[in-house]
């Protein structure tokens, strides 16, 4: 695997872009090469076995283009398929996300966390084992969120629209009294302004960004495919969906006037 290769970085749509910035704070030099599968979001309420086909076609695509690592920037995605795609692709690292229960459940004060999530991660089986993990001694309260991942998409940030279904989301996880809230799912740090105004300052707000960030590094690092080379690393945007629609939200969630989004081909 060539060192100078891009890490490709994949989800439904714009929500892995969360991740994607935490890798380009951590990794500067490394191009990166972003796959949106718009013409597929949202995978939440899809069934799993059309997911897991769906995600193994769009690691192909991105394997044609050389990367060096993939990162599966999506919990649906990781939860519907994440072996399956290292199955398929031995000799190419590939990083997951799943929801940060395990920081929850070390965070938590009063024992009680709400999960926000799609559907389908929900009735993972990666999801039950991580309840089983980490859930045991805690009051675990999941909360399937649809409709969000489509308002990210469509770059309402701070809709009232948003902020109702929001609301609609949050309250009785609130009722609960939850200290501590998992976003379960990357398109969800979006909203994290708003998610903050509902919640209040007491609750404690976890994304995996970061975390999925780090672990990129380190994989890169046990790999040996670290860019040697000091440059300033380039970012690539592809979209299976419509690139003039993909531009504009991508443009405002990267925070650049604009960027060039390009089609990339992948089979129904
Ligand atoms: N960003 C994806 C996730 O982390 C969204 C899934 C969807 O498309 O429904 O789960």
Redesign the pocket.
Known sequence: MSEIAAIGVF???V??LSILKEIRQLLPGEDLTYLADSAY?????KPVSEIRARILKVAAFLSGLGVKAIVVA???ASIAGLDQVREAYPLIPVIG?EPALKPAHGLTRNGKIGVL??SL?LKGDRFSVLVEQFGADVEVYTKPAPGL?ELVEAGKLDTPETETLLHQYLDPLLEKQIDTLVLG???YPFLIPMIRNICGPKVTILDTGLAVAKQTVRVLEQNRILNPRPRVGEETFYTSGDPEVVNEVVAKLWSKKSVKVLKAQIEA
């Open positions: 989800d439904s749509g929500g892995g979001c949202p995978y939440g309420t999506c919990n649906t996300v999530a799609t991660t991942v799912c990357t398109h």
